[in-house]
């Protein structure tokens, strides 16, 4: 309807005001939620645009542009990433391996199956699950492993320590929250703070507080871990 005919239609002089402010809020376009995140997205090419072209179907030139960037920038929203920018950084396509991952994390069949309890750790794609035969008890979730010098050691290890209010002293008290020790000091615990910045850790499997703490309640003293693979860049 034009500006006119609603003037038209409003008959009275007194509802002029109103219907002229009907027929603005026709023509001019909301300034929702998908306006904002359209002004917020990133113009710049991120360092894992290919991979996140191809999983979220977009012509595949490693090139960004805007229609990138809103499919980008609503699969941030889906996930929880922020800021949801449409920027294809570290932490979005650690976040892309999550998700190829969440139906069989264990289809290449790298982590041995058996009755009980293992926890997997792929230093390759850098995600942790745990399973009890072919049933995904927990996960998969993002880890930070060991950096270059100070990599995770890989091989078969059992859980031989828990210390819930773990405290660093090697590593000047760096609080080290759900502490699940495999390895000669080694261990799962929770990292405050993103587990996407920074080189690695010093050999531990790092998690997000809240994963370590779930992960606390499904494993155990003795339980089995398995870690296989190589970090990329290390």
Request: hydrophobic letters at 40%.
């Amino acid at each position: 309807m034009s500006i006119r005919q609603t003037v038209r239609r409003a008959g009275r002089p007194g509802a002029l005001a109103a219907a002229l402010l009907m027929a603005v809020a026709v023509v001019l376009p909301a300034a929702g939620p998908a306006r904002a995140a359209a002004a917020a997205c990133r113009a710049d090419t991120g360092p894992y645009q290919w991979q996140l072209e191809a999983f979220l179907h977009r012509p595949q030139d490693g090139r960004q542009s805007a229609a990138d960037c809103a499919a980008i920038a609503a699969f941030q929203r889906k996930e929880g990433i922020r800021p949801a920018d449409g920027y294809a950084g570290l932490a979005t396509y650690r976040t892309m391996l999550v998700v190829q991952a969440r139906g069989n994390p264990n289809a290449a069949g790298k982590c041995p199956v058996s009755a009980r309890k293992t926890a997997c750790v792929d230093l390759g794609r850098q995600l942790m699950w745990v399973q009890q035969g072919r049933r995904v008890l927990f996960g998969p979730v993002p880890v930070r492993t060991g950096r270059a010098g100070q990599t995770t050691r890989t091989g078969r290890f059992k859980v031989y320590l828990r210390s819930k209010n773990h405290v660093s002293t090697l590593y000047a008290n760096s609080p080290m929250p759900y502490s699940q020790f495999f390895s000669g000091g080694q261990a799962f615990h929770g990292r405050p703070g993103s587990l996407f910045d920074g080189g690695g850790s010093a050999g531990c499997v790092n998690l997000t507080v809240p994963d370590a703490r779930r992960l606390w309640d499904v494993i155990g003293l003795n339980d089995g871990v398995w870690v296989w693979g190589r970090k990329p860049g290390t």
